[in-house]
């Protein structure tokens, strides 16, 4: 299937970074995909759009270490990452459920208006301002 996809991609139809290492770490889940996939990625694509989500799973990449990878470059820079490592389904899994706990920060990073604390709303709202995108890694961490 995940080579199905990438073929998608080079005739035409335009998948994003996202997508590509979507179905590409779902190709490595072969008995617990289905689990992972309701339990933590459903609720990752319900509450980001495709370019939000590509952001998070790109600071990710940053935050476990990898900060020289272009956002242009993340299914590529993972995929070599976790073949590199052999992942196994328990580390796929691992990394999924990491993106699903760091999405609660990250929308609020991005949408301040969902920060229920009056006080913290008021300071993402002034890195927001300041287009103070290179705080989130240490925020969302």
Request: glycine share 2%; hydrophobic share 40%.
């Amino acid at each position: 299937m995940h080579r199905i996809f990438e073929s998608l991609n080079n005739t035409g139809f335009k998948l994003s970074q996202a997508d590509l290492l979507r179905n590409y770490l779902f190709m490595r889940l072969p008995t617990r995909g289905e689990h992972v996939y309701e339990t933590y990625w459903l609720p990752l694509q319900d509450n980001l759009t495709n370019d939000e989500l590509e952001q998070l799973m790109w600071l990710q990449l940053v935050l476990d270490g990898d900060d020289r990878v272009r956002r242009q470059d993340l299914y590529a820079a993972q995929q070599h990452r976790f073949e590199k490592t052999d992942a196994d389904e328990a580390e796929i899994e691992a990394y999924i459920k990491e993106l699903h706990r760091s999405c609660a920060h990250f929308r609020r990073l991005i949408h301040p208006e969902l920060e229920p604390d009056v006080s913290v709303r008021a300071h993402l709202r002034r890195l927001e301002a300041w287009q103070a995108a290179v705080t989130h890694p240490a925020v969302i961490s």
